[in-house]
């Protein structure tokens, strides 16, 4: 039997439940007003898995029936589930233990239909908060009802926490500047999501930039000068630039009358009790601007002063402030400077990743959730073993330094290019070792998500997701370098080779491996139901990865040899603008515009290139 995440106890009890008509769902009257979604959740896997329509009750329970109540016997977030020849019992210690059990009967159900076998689980989670984080600004910004299913799929394993990372992608009054070329999220749409996660004791929290990574509300006229650098504004836009140089210049006094202005607008729109200011990669913070004042005071004087600012902004409005960890950690001793209530979100995402900053926060006794990634920034296909990896090793951190959290990363990095399904695995793996940390094999872990969300019976579908990234040769991040340095005249890091994987065996392996991978995912989806078949992404994605490793070998020729193939040029030009035509339509079923725009600037740059235009 395959359940994620892995129940803690799971007892075989001999004999079978044969679900019928007749049964009915009834809920407790104490969990009557939040257990409805739960048993509508149940009702609707019934139907769905036998065709049978079970009716809704609230009260008393007879035999046969299915008993969804809450229990003081068991702790928050716990659930137990008796499946005997006398009905189906679902106890939990709060809602939120009720609708865990439903959801792990559902999975039951997907496996075994109306013939159940008798048993009883009993579980309850490792870690108390278990969230997902997706980049909604540099790239994608999802409809809302792709966010809704994201929260339904966090439902199903498990998990009670979503962020969304924003910069300038929120239609916020009086900043119209900054969001005038974007398609920003709405107060209407946060709202009407916040109440979806609601229902499914989820808590969406707010997370918004305030300290680095301010490149567009930086990048305007009318708040330009607020930037460390001097003239941000007249800079053209740089994937590769906006991730390093746009801090707020904290010298300035209408710096943070301005980001609390910003927060204590977006605060309104959540019922959480948390926000993220995130004040991350703070690049140039003390080397511009604020140059003469970090003299004085020291760098990590002024990220400090700072960020107690805000966090204290935060407290006196009621909230929890949390932030990114990663300036710190380099003075962790500061951080009984900031509010006890204070959350650091510890990141690191290498497939190895080290435990010296978790370890050094943890000495603090300061708070923390430990925050790995799914590790599909700057890929077409996320690096799936990576995502394992690094997912397992800062979950077992999270246990051992008594962590409070998890918080798995979805970064949109140069683009945000990778469609979101490719991050459905790495969400899971975050999801399965965040509530148990025992380890379960990736080859093993793999084949389960296959069966039980994607429906595939060779259970190979996952393992096949994995490995497509290994045959990207030219990938986007050095795509857009080159474009970037070719363009922007922008200065390439030293010993930099953009092409060091690219030659004429690499390209030509990569695409015999392309084309067999093609065919056993085919394969693979033959017996899937239909809403689960994703062919139409695996075909552009595997395309895509073709013509770019094609795109860089003719790149490379030009670079290193000043030779150029013009015939295979002009051949490629025309696949490359087919293929994004392709890859827009799979962009716009899923997302509003976002950056589209500036990632076929580079598209179409480079499809002029090829024609040696």
């Known amino acids: 039997m395959n359940l994620l995440p892995k129940p803690k106890k799971i007892t075989e009890k001999g004999g079978q439940l044969l679900l019928c008509h007749s049964m009915y769902i009834v809920i407790s ?11 509508k959740r149940l009702q609707e896997a019934i139907r769905q898995e036998t065709g049978l329509l079970l009716r809704l009750s609230v009260g008393e329970t007879r035999d046969g029936d299915f008993s969804l109540r809450i229990t003081e016997t068991l702790s928050e977030q716990a659930y137990e589930i008796t499946i005997n020849e006398n009905g189906v019992q679902i106890l939990g210690g709060d809602g939120a233990g009720v609708l865990y059990g439903v959801e792990t009967f559902c999975q039951i159900l997907q496996q075994y239909g109306g013939a159940l076998p008798c048993m009883q689980i009993m579980d309850a989670p490792d870690m108390p908060n278990r969230g997902y984080y997706f980049d909604q600004t540099r790239g994608r910004i999802l409809k809302l009802e792709e966010l809704k299913k994201i929260a339904d799929r966090m439902s199903l394993y498990k998990l009670n926490q979503l962020q969304l990372y924003v910069e300038h992608t929120y239609l916020f009054r009086d900043f119209s500047e ?29 997370s918004l930039a305030s300290f680095g990574h301010l490149c567009t509300l930086l990048s305007t006229k009318t708040y330009g000068d607020l930037c460390e650098m001097e003239d941000s504004w007249k800079e053209p836009f740089s994937f590769w630039n906006r991730m390093r140089y746009h801090t707020i210049n904290v010298s300035d006094g209408r710096s943070l009358p301005l980001i609390k202005k910003m927060i204590a607008e977006y605060m309104q729109l959540f019922s959480s009790d948390k926000f993220n200011i995130c004040a991350d990669e703070t690049f140039c913070l003390g080397k511009y601007k604020s140059k003469e004042l970090a003299k004085e005071c020291g760098i990590h004087r002024l990220y400090i002063d700072y960020v107690k600012e805000l966090a204290q902004f935060l407290v006196e409005n009621g909230k929890i402030p949390m932030f990114w960890g990663d300036i710190i950690w380099n003075s962790p001793e500061l951080m009984k400077e900031l509010p006890e209530t204070m959350v650091c979100l510890n990141w690191g995402y290498a497939p190895e990743q080290r435990e010296d900053e978790t370890r050094a926060i943890a000495q603090t006794g300061a708070m923390q959730y430990l925050c790995p990634g799914v590790c599909g920034w700057n890929q077409w296909a996320n690096l799936i073993e990576n995502s394992y990896k690094n997912i397992t090793r800062m979950c077992n951190y999270a246990a051992k330094y008594h962590g409070i959290g998890v918080l798995n990363t979805d970064w949109g990095d140069f683009g945000h290019i990778n469609d979101p399904a490719f991050s459905i695995p790495g969400m899971i793996y975050g999801a399965v070792f965040s509530w148990n940390k025992d380890e379960i094999p990736f080859t093993e872990l793999n084949r389960m998500i296959s069966h039980i969300e994607y429906g595939d019976t060779t259970g190979n579908y996952v393992s096949y997701l994995a490995e497509i990234c290994g045959h990207s040769v030219f990938q986007w991040r050095e795509a857009v370098l080159y474009y970037e340095n070719q363009c922007l005249k922008h200065e390439l890091e030293e010993g930099e080779d953009l092409f060091r994987n690219v030659n004429h065996a690499s390209v030509d392996t990569a695409s015999a491996a392309l084309r ?17 078949k994703q062919m139409q992404l695996l075909s552009v994605t595997l395309q895509g990865i073709g013509i770019w490793n094609a795109i860089g ?20 030009a025309e696949k490359l603008e087919y293929w994004f035509m392709a890859y827009k339509e799979n962009w716009r079923s899923t997302g509003k515009e976002g950056d589209l725009h500036h990632i076929a600037e580079i598209v179409f740059w480079y499809a002029d290139w090829l024609r040696h235009k």
């Open 178 to 206: 900054m969001w005038r070329d974007q398609t920003p999220i709405t107060a209407e749409e946060i709202r009407e999501l916040d109440s979806y996660c609601r229902e499914r004791h989820i808590e969406l929290v707010p």
């Open 516 to 532: 067999s991978l093609y065919k056993k995912l085919l394969e693979s989806t033959k017996t899937m139901p239909e809403n689960k």
């Open 29 to 39: 009257k104490e969990i009557s007003d939040n257990g409805i979604y739960a048993a």
């Open 553 to 572: 070998l003719l790149a490379k020729s030009r670079e290193k040899t000043r030779s150029f193939d013009l015939k295979k040029g002009l051949e490629l």
